[in-house]
């Protein structure tokens, strides 16, 4: 059954049997309150040139500058793709303020995947460097799916838990 809502949380994928993906979707759901937060700041933006209120104009302008910042976290995005065959690691990630990332990394060098808590309900999936280093596909979130995707890329690298 096809779904008409969009893909949202932590989504594991099998491209093919030397690779794994794991895709971390945007969230769509806080997009519409940032939406909304932006539509008010122009409206009190246009209302305070109109009345040449500095108040609302001041409102305004800081309303659509939080929702725009606020729209580039809720589109947060990134893929982490696993392939044997390579012997890579490539992460791409679209951050804050709509920035892109691409990365690439030896496989070989990978220790582990692993959840870390933030706290208040929020959680952080990590991929571990054997030099101590770790790369994330965006940044602490209470998607669902977390768990799993750290599960998965563990037992398609033979990590031992």
């Known amino acids: 059954m096809m779904s008409i809502l969009p893909k949202s ?6 491209p093919s049997p030397d690779q794994l ?8 759901w806080l997009l519409l309150l940032t939406v ?12 305070g040139l109109k009345k040449r209120g500095n108040s609302n104009l001041v ?3 800081f309303l659509v500058v939080l929702g725009v910042f606020s729209s580039s976290l809720a ?9 044997k065959s390579k012997g890579t690691v490539t992460f791409d ?4 303020l709509f920035r892109s990332w691409h990365s690439t990394f030896p496989l070989s060098e990978v ?8 706290g208040g309900g929020s959680y952080h999936f990590m991929v571990v460097f054997k030099n101590g280093g770790v790369e994330d596909l965006v940044g602490s979130s209470g998607s669902l799916g977390q ?15």
Do not use: C
């Open 36 to 47: 909304l937060s932006a539509v008010i700041g122009i409206y009190l933006g246009i209302l």
């Open 21 to 28: 993906a794991v895709v971390a979707h945007p969230m769509y």
């Open 93 to 96: 990630r679209v951050g804050v």
């Open 111 to 118: 220790r582990n995947a692993t959840v870390q808590t933030m």
């Open 59 to 61: 409102l305004g302008s």
């Open 9 to 14: 949380g932590f989504e594991v994928l099998h």
């Open 147 to 161: 768990y799993k995707a750290a599960d998965a890329v563990n037992d398609f690298l033979g990590v031992v838990r």
């Open 75 to 83: 589109l947060s995005r990134g893929q982490a793709v696993f392939d």
